[in-house]
């Protein structure tokens, strides 16, 4: 019988969901977990020996960590006590040098520093290895949920996220985790054609280009800074072949796209009016969108928009006929924002 292993893998909070569903997917799941501890943005796989690789391939993921034990702590002083000790006991295939690595969620006597500096030292009591901060050949995670601690290795040195060279850096650019995610639950298939009509650096083009296959992919953006950008992102991703990017107004759609021309998804990252100080001009951008967009959706259209203005994009929909059909909450640049789902009239 194959080894399994328990894989701790991070991703967005509020998209858990999706990675559970691209993991059952693409792999044989044993099992899954999600939120361990009750913490967002966290799933636990568990997989064969034969398949761990294959995680590594997913989207909708951040961070891997291969989980060694969890085991309940308390909130006062008395957690160090038992940090120290689980870990003083731990089987751990260490390099010749090791980090700690902490995050803590929840109120405790300690902090995440606290927890890296009594880990490091039962690991350093038990097998001698150095510490190495900035270059450590093994990344030991111990991290802290409330009432319960999570100890790993991290198998992943950067986010997985970094899928290609940005070569240019849209000041809003979009987390690719993020737009992987908008791009499932927009129910995008092979062989449609996508819309975004916010497109920025072409981040979800670009993603689109990338996971799918004969996708006629077009990016839209106001500004030839941008659409100049997105095609030098997508030529890094080596996806320029595949893609399409326009300048163009997203609430004047009529004046730049082709009569008859119809897309299956409108996947976009909405302006939040934060950083441009535009937001008294949402309701009107909006809704001129909204508008203008309606007669190059097709009969089974979705509209998947990220938007930290939710009352705004609600109520811009009904007014223009929409249905909303779902409003997630998830974790985006320490923003509250709002993945909202849209059928159109």
């Not at 120290?84 to 690595?101: A, C, D, M, Q």
């Not at 298939?189 to 920025?200: I, P, Q, R, V």
């Not at 991703?237 to 897309?263: H, I, Q, S, T, Y």
């Amino acid at each position: 019988m194959m080894d399994s292993v328990r894989l701790l893998v991070t991703t967005i909070p509020g998209l858990e969901d999706v990675t559970v569903a691209e993991a059952s997917e693409k792999l044989s799941l044993k099992s899954f977990e999600v939120k361990p501890g009750q913490v967002a943005g966290r799933v636990i796989l568990e997989v064969s020996e034969e398949e761990a690789s294959k995680v590594f391939r997913l989207r909708s993921i951040e961070h891997v960590i291969r989980l060694l034990k969890i085991f309940p702590v308390e909130a006062s002083l008395k957690g160090l006590d038992i940090i120290y000790r689980e870990l003083y006991g731990l089987e751990v295939e260490l390099g010749s040098t090791f980090r700690i690595t902490c995050e803590r969620v929840g109120s405790h006597d300690y902090t995440s520093i606290d927890v890296q500096r009594v880990a490091g030292q039962a690991l350093v009591d038990r097998y001698g290895t150095k510490v190495n901060l900035k270059n450590p050949e093994t990344i030991v995670r111990v991290d802290v949920a409330r009432e319960w601690c999570f100890v790993g290795v991290q198998l992943t040195r950067q986010p997985l996220h970094i899928r290609y060279l940005r070569v240019f850096q849209h000041p809003s650019a979009l987390n690719p985790v993020i737009a992987y995610g908008m791009l499932r639950l927009s129910g995008l298939k092979s062989g449609e054609t996508l819309l975004d009509a916010f497109c920025g650096g072409g981040t979800i083009i670009i993603e689109a280009a990338q996971a799918w296959e004969n996708l006629e992919a077009l990016g839209i953006d106001i500004s030839p800074k941008n659409i100049e950008g997105a095609w030098k992102n997508a030529e890094s991703a080596g996806v320029k072949d595949k893609v399409n990017f326009m300048v163009a107004d997203a609430c004047r759609l009529e004046k730049f796209l082709p009569e008859g021309w119809k897309a299956d998804r409108e996947v976009s990252n909405l302006p939040f009016g934060i950083r441009s100080g535009r937001l008294k001009a949402l309701p009107k951008i909006y809704r001129g969108f909204l508008s203008s967009v309606k007669s190059f959706l097709s009969r089974s259209a979705m509209l998947c928009l990220l938007t930290a203005r939710r009352n705004i994009l609600e109520s811009s929909a009904l007014e223009e006929g929409y249905e909303v059909a779902e409003a997630r909450k998830i974790a985006y640049g320490g923003l509250e924002s709002w993945i909202i789902r849209l059928k159109p009239p």
